[in-house]
Structure formats: C-alpha cells, structure tokens
C-alpha cells in the first residue's frame, strides 16, 4: 500500500491558480480513475479534475473558496503499489493555500455549488437518512437546485451514486416518499401564522464572488455617468411581426434584441470611440473595428455575459440564431470560455420586467452599456392628436474618463433614430 498526492494540473490558456467550487469525494471514500473529484474555477471557465488513479481518498487540502496554485497537492490517495511518496515531499502544507480573492475576471459560465443552510428546512421528507455529523451530502449544482426548489435538505436524502452521490433519480425517490409537513393548529377562517426566527449564512465564492469582485471593480474604478430616451418602435414591431411570419425554414424568431444589435453596428461605426476597451492602469484605449457584443444573460447560478463576435457580418437572421445559441450555451451551463469573453460593447436587458429606467454597469473594460427595457403601448401627442403608440425606454451608462456625454448620447440618438425608421438599419 502507498500514497499517491495528486497535484492540481495545468489547466491550460495560462492558468495559473483556480478556485475550489466543489469536492465531489470525502476522505475515506473509494474512487475509479477519471471519476469526478473536485471542481476547480479559473478565470476562463470551470472545469471538472477527474481522478488519476484508482484509490482511497486519504486526505484533502482546500475547502470550498480556498486558492489552489497549479501544481500544489490538493488530494492523497491510498494505492495498491508504491505510488508517488516523492511528490506528497514537495507539497506545500495547507497553511499556504491562500483564501484571498483573486483578480477580477469576465463573468464566466459555470455551475455554482448552492452553500448549505443553517437551518434545515421543514419540507417534503422521504424515508430518514443518518449521515456523520459535519458530513456534507455529495450533488451535482443541478441537483441542488432542484431541491431546494422542493424545499428538500440533502442531507437527508439516500445518495446511490460514486461515494454516496445524489443523484436525480435518488431525489425523485425522496420526494415520492413523503409529502410536506403541514402546522397542526390551524385558527378559525384563516392559514396559520408561524414566527420565523431563522437565518441562513451564504459564502460568497465561486461566482457569486466573482460577480461581486467584477461589480466593485467597474463601479469603483470607472467614472459612470447615464443617459436615457424614449424610443418609438411601433414600425419597428410591425416589422418584426412580418418578418417573423414570413421568417425562411429553420429561422429563429425574432425579438428586438437583432435589430438594436445591428442598428448598433452601425451607430458604433460612427462612434467608434463607444466601441473600444480601456486599459486605465496603461492610460491606453483601443478601438475595434469588429463588433462583439456581449449580452448580459441571467441564469440560475448567477449573471453571465455571454458574446455575438463580428456582429458586423451578420444578417438580422444569423445574429438572432447566433445570440441564441450562446444565450442557450449559457443558460445550461454548457457555454466555453470562447463564449463568455472578448465583448467590445454589451447590452442588458431586463425584458419583460420592463422598469422605466436603470443605470447599468460598464462591464470593464469596456467603455459603454445599453439597457433596453420591455415596449409597452402609451399614449402620446402627435402633431396636437394623442396616438397610441408602442414605446421603448434605453438606459446607457459611459466611462466618462474616455467617452464625453454628447459622444455617448449622440450613439443613443442614433439608436433612436434608426429603430423609429428601421428600414434605415438595412440601408
């Protein structure tokens, strides 16, 4: 019997450090060559470390936020044979994994491990579970978001998977087992009332930590300022409901997100200065001919911006299917890190939660942001007559270090008009 340390590999693209997400193994357990143990995120995505050997976990270093550098021993394992003694020699101890957060990089698309609650919450039970005190249950991100959407605990629920791992069938068979507790007093004409005095402690890591870093980043460094405007899209809708119902075989349908894309490019065209990223620790901003907007896209594990590259030359067909498909790529978690960066401009928007104004953040470093809000129909004065009409609100933030007001609002400006006339986007 020998030991085998295994050390956090070389993740590629100039990693040098990546951030514990996850332990899929617990001391003791048994593992299979190119089983999961450990989820590691870096600054260009989250990957999975598979297991290099078959083995008994023996001992793990770092804990769920810690920083691993590349190349430091992060898990031992008991083997059949010698193993490698040599390389658990030259591992640093614990003591030097560091805790402190690392730089601020794109939001990136991976999964995020939901923390534990303090508080067991009282909800559909199956058949009991005992677990050693301090024994976190083993799932994937999947399945704990599911449960807690089921107000499920895992840690009493039966794991079949690898070392005790939840898996979705093992929840489907816990939540058939039971059904929620429910208060016995229940007063006269009425629901019962049930005094909470619960709370839950979050750690911020992984993504969330990330997200925070980003935002303290841009708003602390980067001198904002915000424009607003109305904006008349009702030829605008007329359009796209024709060309959604005469869209070509196997077209995605349209929204209004393709047509502000390319109306974009072309505003940017003539304020290049609004499509460019500025290196403020260099002094230095560098214009793009190219246009690679990011779209800001909320997920179940946080904000993601996902990017069109070289919307540039695209039709309103290929940027709607190709906004689609990194959107899509992103929400399920499956985007690469080719996806999440290299954005010269992004847009957010907040859909059909509407709201008449926001003031976006510049994700740095970047120089501008638009906001687009859902269109509703208003009734506005026309030449002295009150028409309805269908009305959009852009918000937009600048980096007024680089970008002056009139630059920023003459590209709005420009948005306005070519989204009242849009035959002007095609011209």
Request: hydrophobic fraction near 40%; charge should be negative; proline fraction near 7%.
């Amino acid at each position: 019997m020998g030991t085998f340390a295994f050390k956090l590999p070389d993740i590629g693209e100039g990693v040098v450090e990546g951030e514990v997400v996850e332990w899929m193994v617990s001391v003791g357990d048994s593992v299979k060559e190119d089983d999961p143990i450990l989820s590691v995120m870096t600054d260009k995505a989250t990957v999975e470390i598979p297991a290099p050997c078959d083995g008994t976990v023996s001992k793990i270093i770092g804990e769920a936020g810690d920083i691993l550098p590349v190349g430091v021993v992060c898990i031992e394992f008991d083997v059949d044979g010698d193993g490698n003694a040599s390389a658990s020699d030259e591992a640093p101890v614990k003591e030097e994994v560091e805790s402190k957060p690392d730089p601020v990089p794109e939001p990136v698309a991976t999964p995020e491990p939901a923390p534990q609650p303090v508080a067991a919450p009282v909800s559909v039970a199956g058949p009991a579970v005992e677990r050693a005190p301090g024994t976190k249950p083993l799932a994937s991100p999947a399945v704990r978001q599911r449960a807690r959407s089921a107000g499920v605990d895992l840690y009493h629920v039966a794991g079949s998977g690898p070392a005790g791992r939840i898996t979705h069938a093992d929840l489907d068979v816990h939540l058939s087992g039971g059904a929620s507790r429910a208060s016995s007093s229940m007063p006269i004409g009425g629901s019962a009332r049930v005094t909470k005095t619960g709370t839950e402690d979050i750690k911020v890591i992984g993504l969330r930590r990330k997200i925070a870093d980003s935002m303290m980043a841009s708003y602390s460094t980067i001198a904002h300022f915000s424009y607003f405007e109305e904006v008349d899209v009702t030829e605008l809708e007329a359009l796209r409901q024709h060309l959604n119902a005469t869209r070509p075989e196997g077209a995605p349908k349209l929204t209004y997100l393709p047509f502000i894309m390319l109306a974009l490019v072309k505003g940017l065209g003539q304020r290049p200065e609004c499509n460019a990223l500025y290196d403020d620790e260099a002094g230095v901003v560098t214009r793009h001919e190219g246009v690679h907007l990011g779209i800001a896209t909320q997920t179940d594990r946080g904000l993601y911006v996902p990017v069109v590259k070289h919307v540039e030359a695209m039709d309103i067909w290929a940027a709607a299917a190709e906004m689609g498909r990194v959107t899509q790529a992103t929400r399920d978690g499956k985007a690469g890190a080719d996806d999440l960066s290299g954005s010269t401009f992004t847009i957010t928007s907040l859909g059909r939660m509407g709201g008449l104004g926001a003031t976006p953040i510049i994700n740095k470093p970047e120089v501008g942001i638009l906001g687009v809000h859902n269109a509703k129909d208003r009734a506005v004065v026309i030449e002295g007559r009150v028409e309805v009409r269908r009305i959009m609100n852009l918000s937009s933030s600048w980096d007024h270090r680089v970008v002056d007001g009139h630059d920023g609002a003459s590209l709005v400006q420009l948005l306005k008009s070519m989204l009242e006339h849009p035959a002007t986007i095609f011209m």
